[in-house]
T-cell receptor, first 116, second 116 residues
């Protein structure tokens, strides 16, 4: 079955540094990979989507890479700020089922804490 | 605000009670989802609806009963739940036009359910 692993449950980083989160997957070749942010007691919020034919995607201080050979995605936050503290979820598409539904498989997430 | 609302935000119910969770999306999307999020576990997809038709039921116990009267509203009817059903229940929507492309999902704030 598909398996998604996010490198660690928790990551602490000093303010101003670059945070790097890892998402590894097995037994699947997704066409798309998504990253979400989740704050305590709230629903996940979509951040970025990257396609299998894209090596890198950027949005402001965020950067995502997608290596289909390594079966890995890296999520970077540059110049990190305390407000970036949250849990970040990696999600892989399970493909179009043909029945009109599109589904994601989520990792457990990495809780990032940016220390002032 | 993500355009997806959920009520109630918190719910405590006994094992013999019957209650319902409500979700409404104001984004004009055609696909809606119910997820369960337990501590230390990834988001678990429960049900998928597309254009009001249920397209996925991920082996969810019959004590959970979904209802989708139209593309904007989704309900989860609960009865005779177990304490292990205590979790955050999240509703999401997406614009799923089918075919080979990814669609981000928009989540509501969730309902924190406690079964006593």
């Amino acid at each position: 079955s598909q398996k998604i692993e996010q490198n660690s449950e928790a990551l602490n980083i000093q303010e101003g540094k670059t945070a790097t989160l890892t998402c590894n997957y097995t037994n699947y070749s997704p066409a798309y990979l998504q990253w979400y942010r989740q704050d305590p007691g709230r629903g996940p919020v979509f951040l970025l989507l990257i396609r299998e034919n894209e090596k890198e995607k950027r949005k402001e201080r965020l950067k995502v890479t997608f290596d289909t050979t390594l079966k890995q995605s890296l999520f970077h936050i540059t110049a990190s700020q305390p407000a970036d503290s949250a849990t970040y979820l990696c999600a892989l598409d399970r493909g179009y089922s043909g029945a009109g539904s599109y589904q994601l498989t989520f990792g457990k997430g990495t809780k990032l804490s940016v220390i002032p | 605000e993500t355009g997806v609302t959920q009520t109630p935000r918190h719910l405590v119910m006994g094992m013999t009670n019957k209650k319902s969770l409500k979700c409404e999306q104001h984004l004009g999307h055609n696909a809606m989802y119910w997820y369960k999020q337990s501590a230390k576990k990834p988001l678990e997809l429960m049900f998928v609806y597309n254009f009001k038709e249920q397209t996925e039921n991920n082996s969810v116990p019959s004590r959970f009963s979904p209802e989708c009267p139209n593309s904007s509203h989704l309900f989860l009817h609960l009865h005779t739940l177990q304490p292990e059903d205590s979790a955050l229940y999240l509703c999401a929507s997406s614009q799923d036009l089918g075919g080979p492309r990814g669609y981000e999902q928009y989540f509501g704030p969730g309902t924190r359910l406690t079964v006593t």
